[in-house]
């Protein structure tokens, strides 16, 4: 049996060195793919870390173009804002210019005008000037002011300015009207 052992062990060895030898072929194959996707992941990871830099630099820039958009805004409201106010003040001068050219074509008004009945030019009373009206019979536009008037609001409704309606009712420049009080606003054209 010596000589069919060492036979079947001749045998088996020359199996085994074969077979070893493929396995270290698989080994060999197995460590370069091994090594090959460690290279791989390695270079996956550099990426995904570049990756993150730069979202990490794109949200700073979001963070500050949101912030240039504020001002940017805040600036666009501003200016929008001064347009219409510059397009108020336009306006305003237009209806100034048209009430300045409304009292050139008016007659002049009389700049003394008579006592009304004892109410002193001091009093802060405007004048009821009806009866001096009716005694001159000079024909004059009368306003009776309502409630929640005022002397601005009046003089925009009849084209004329607050200087104007102060100087034909003598009131002064601190004194207010108040409802029910009869203001002249103009001269009628005869």
């Given amino acids: 049996m010596t000589g069919k052992a060492a036979r079947f ?3 088996l060895c020359i199996v085994l060195g074969l077979s070893g030898c493929v396995n270290k072929e698989n080994y060999n194959r197995e460590v370069n793919r091994a090594n090959n996707f460690q290279r791989l992941l390695a270079e996956e990871e550099k990426r995904s870390a570049e990756l993150v830099a730069e979202i990490a630099r794109l949200k700073s820039q979001v963070a ?3 912030a240039k958009n504020k001002t940017l805004t ?11 106010r510059s397009l108020e003040e336009v306006g305003r001068l237009q209806d100034e210019i048209k009430q300045a050219r409304a009292m050139a074509s008016m007659p002049p008004v009389p700049s003394v005008m008579p006592k009304v009945r004892g109410v002193s030019p001091t009093s802060t009373e405007p004048p009821d000037r009806l009866d001096e009206l009716q005694i001159n019979s000079t024909p004059f536009f009368l306003h009776e002011v309502k409630p ?3 002397l601005v609001g009046i003089a925009k409704r009849y084209k004329t300015d607050v200087n104007t309606l102060r100087e034909l009712n003598d009131l002064a420049a601190g004194d207010k009207v108040k409802p029910g009080d009869r203001l002249i606003v103009g001269q009628k054209q005869p």
């Fill in 74 to 84: 805040a600036h666009l409201n501003d200016a929008k804002a001064q347009v219409v």
């Fill in 148 to 150: 929640g008037e005022t």
């Fill in 9 to 11: 062990f001749f045998l």
């Fill in 64 to 66: 500050d173009l949101e």
